[in-house]
């Protein structure tokens, strides 16, 4: 997760820095901003990619999880139905 924030601050720093650089560079109005246009989505698209590929961790992270917690339910009720036929078997 540290790894993470570290990532986004790095974009957000370098986000800044191409915004910056454009808005003092000696270029016409128009042109800037159809860079700073142009870099924004380009940031943009680095950060759907990245979000995307967060949300697919987590996804299969869920899936595992859900899928252990399916075989612990599922040996739990072996060692119950287990524990009553002994009981059963005690009792008759």
Do not use: H, W
Not at 24 to 32: C, L, S, V
Not at 65 to 83: P, S
Request: no cysteine; proline share 1%; charged share 30%.
């Amino acid at each position: 997760m540290k790894s993470k924030k570290i990532l986004l601050t790095i974009l957000a720093s370098v986000a800044s820095g191409v915004i910056i650089g454009m808005l003092f560079a000696p270029k016409k109005g128009a042109k800037t901003r159809k860079m700073i246009l142009q870099g924004g989505e380009a940031l943009t698209d680095a950060f759907k990619q990245k979000l995307n590929s967060i949300s697919e961790s987590i996804a299969e992270g869920y899936d595992i999880t859900l899928d252990k917690a399916d075989a612990l339910v599922e040996n739990g009720k072996g060692k119950y139905d287990n524990v009553v036929k002994e009981i059963k078997k005690v009792t008759t």
